[in-house]
């Protein structure tokens, strides 16, 4: 009965299969793709489970190849042989493939990925468990130098099957060498844990290099928040020399940080200077010039956040990029941290060096959020890329939208100046991790709406 199968134009491929996965292997050789991908769905026997296609197909064939499978076979997991080239996200995105796979990979590395895909898909139910064994494990050869699994793509497949692979390791005794072998889905270094059940208060929104989100981000979680909480939220700019976040809510307000910051911590006094806005939160601005940012002492930042900790449910902070002495104070008096980057490598990697120092020194919050902020498709990075390189899980995904400027320039927040926009709305994924009762109700929305 044929369980996999491989289209391919390489004898030598097709052979090292053969001999890894015997008589369960059926090969339709790629000249049949010539005529069409249903002429080689036509020579297809029985009910494949997996279909690796390739090495040296092009675009076009293995795209046609995986449509035409995927219609015929429904749930049928689909594997790309193909070599690392910088053109393979464009691959990826252009079909629905669970995995890709070099074709110098390693056997172990093969038989890891076939028998991983083939659980997960009986497992999530796309294809009935026949609890077969398929490969025979005498013919495995180890790992070598040379051995790459170029990537798991499907990130449902990639989340889900891991556990699976982790106790084949364990159980095999076999191969010792394997548990070494390295894994490039797997970030070398991990955020550690997080404690648990820890009251949201001090929320920091922090980023290592500019222009990422924060101030964007630190706003609308500040409108969010206070739908729930009205007059209970205030919004504290702490990027001391070059905060905008006054200008970004069109407020003109008569103190500012330096002011806040030298008041003391009578109540009264201080909620006299903080400046009010329509949504029902109050805002600190940051000092109207660079040079007053020196009159913000960390002491004194630090010791109004506390206090403002007392006064307010949630007190937001938005930072100066990278982790300045005021950013580093925010955070040791933070029950949240926010982190927010783009999808470029330089960021992203800086993101990790960020946490990798603030594990050192002890100041990452118990409660954390990572925000993947102007996420657009084909820019090259998946999301599982993108967590690779921090060593840790990407919680909101907030998409590129012309909306966010405009509602900048409108000085209006962006979840109440275009409710329907998708950033918006993945925007609001960041409240309803600090507070899960925070849905937008029509009533709520519609009271604060203007567009
Ligand atoms: N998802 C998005 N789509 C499109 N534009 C965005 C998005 N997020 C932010 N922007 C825009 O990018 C610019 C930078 O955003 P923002 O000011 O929030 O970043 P920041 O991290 O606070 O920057 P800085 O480091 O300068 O303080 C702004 O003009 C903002 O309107
Ligand atoms: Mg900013």
Known sequence: MTRFLLVSRSAEYESRLRRLIRARLQIVP???????????????????????????????????????????????????????????????????????????????????????????????????????????????????????????????????????????????????????????????????????????????????????????????????????????????????????????????????????????????????????????????AAPPSPELADHVTTASLGALLDRLATMFRYVIVDTTPGLGEHTLTALEHATDGVFVTNMTVPSLRALRKEFELLVALNLVPNNRHIVLNFVEKNNGLLRKDAETIIGAQIDVEVPRSTAVVLASNDGVPLIHHDVRDPAAKAIRGVVLRIDPTAVPTRKRIHRKARA
Do not use: C
């Open 30 to 284: 790629a000249e049949y793709v010539t005529f069409g991908a249903e002429a080689v769905v036509d020579k297809v026997v029985g009910q494949p489970r997996i279909a690796l296609l390739g090495p040296l197909l092009s675009f076009e064939e293995t795209k046609a190849l995986s449509e035409s499978l995927s219609a015929r076979y429904p749930g049928i997991g689909l594997i790309v042989v193909r070599e690392q080239r910088s053109d393979l996200e464009d691959w990826v995105d252009g079909m629905e493939i669970h995995a890709v796979l070099s074709p110098d990979a390693a056997d172990s590395t093969n038989e890891g990925l076939i028998t991983r895909l083939d659980s997960w898909l009986a497992v999530s139910g796309r294809l009935p468990d026949d609890g077969e064994e398929f490969i025979d494990e005498s013919e495995v050869e180890e790992a070598e130098g040379d051995d790459v699994l170029v990537a798991l793509l499907n990130p449902q497949f990639e989340r889900e099957s891991r556990p699976a692979l982790e106790e084949t390791d364990l159980d095999d005794e076999s191969e010792p060498e394997a548990e070494s072998e390295p894994d490039p889905a797997e970030p070398e270094w991990i955020l550690p844990p997080i404690a648990e059940n820890v009251r949201s208060e001090v929320i920091v929104v922090a980023a290592p290099k500019g222009g990422q989100g924060k101030t964007t981000t630190a706003i609308n979680l500040a409108a969010g928040l206070a739908e729930v909480e009205p007059n209970s939220v205030v919004l504290v700019d702490a990027d001391v020399q070059f905060g905008d976040i006054a200008n970004a809510l069109d407020l003109e307000p008569h103190y500012s940080l330096t002011d806040v910051a030298q008041a003391g911590t009578d109540e009264v006094a201080l909620k006299a200077l903080l400046a009010h806005h329509d949504d029902d939160f109050f805002v600190i």
